[in-house]
């Protein structure tokens, strides 16, 4: 028997060095764990508690290397939700945030999408505002998170968010 009512597979796009910073806040006991083999892929689980419901979320993190990269398409197969990371929106991320959102809808359909945006420090940020932000990515996204870069206590936030998003995506 399971610990958990539902379970939801969620993919991990993005930034090389963005992604690991994320994996380090939301998954803390790996930052100075071994590197591992992969096979293109790294996977985190975690289960919690969102309103009555117990809920496992399995994150999928695919290797950016672009030998392991072409089977993105594959990883994206039964997915309940894709999280795409940054940290800076400028126009480089702002180019490639379609073509993200393209191939998600292509190999995953209809499934929401969260961005995370990780800030390097909130005194020194970057110029732009949540609501100068939002107009530029709404039609790619689902859902915006933003957080500071080093906040570990925020792990918790996001597994609730992610949560919260991809049930009320598919009431």
């Known amino acids: 028997m399971t610990d958990y009512d539902s379970s939801f597979k969620v993919l991990l796009i993005g ?3 963005v992604k690991k910073k994320l994996i380090n806040i939301i998954f803390p006991e790996t930052i100075n764990s071994a590197p591992t083999i992969t096979l293109g892929i790294d996977f985190y689980s975690k289960v919690i508690s969102y309103n009555t419901q117990r809920i496992r979320i399995m ?4 290797i950016t290397a672009d030998r392991f990269y072409i089977r993105l398409s594959q ?3 039964d997915s309940h939700g894709a999280i795409i990371t940054c940290d800076d ?3 480089r991320f702002l180019h490639k945030l379609p073509e993200w959102n ?3 809808k292509q190999y995953a359909g209809e499934i929401p999408i969260i961005l995370i945006r990780l800030e390097k420090d909130r005194e020194n ?8 932000i939002i107009p530029l990515v709404t039609n790619y ?10 906040e570990s206590e925020e792990g918790e ?12 995506y598919h009431i």
């Open 15 to 17: 930034d090389h060095a």
């Open 157 to 168: 936030h996001f597994f609730r968010e992610i949560a919260k998003t991809i049930l009320n």
């Open 125 to 132: 940020s970057q110029k732009e505002k949540k609501e100068d």
């Open 75 to 77: 990883f994206l197969k």
């Open 89 to 91: 929106i400028d126009s």
């Open 141 to 150: 996204i689902t859902d915006y998170i933003e957080t500071l870069a080093r």
């Open 59 to 62: 994150i999928w993190n695919p």
């Open 102 to 104: 393209q191939i998600i």
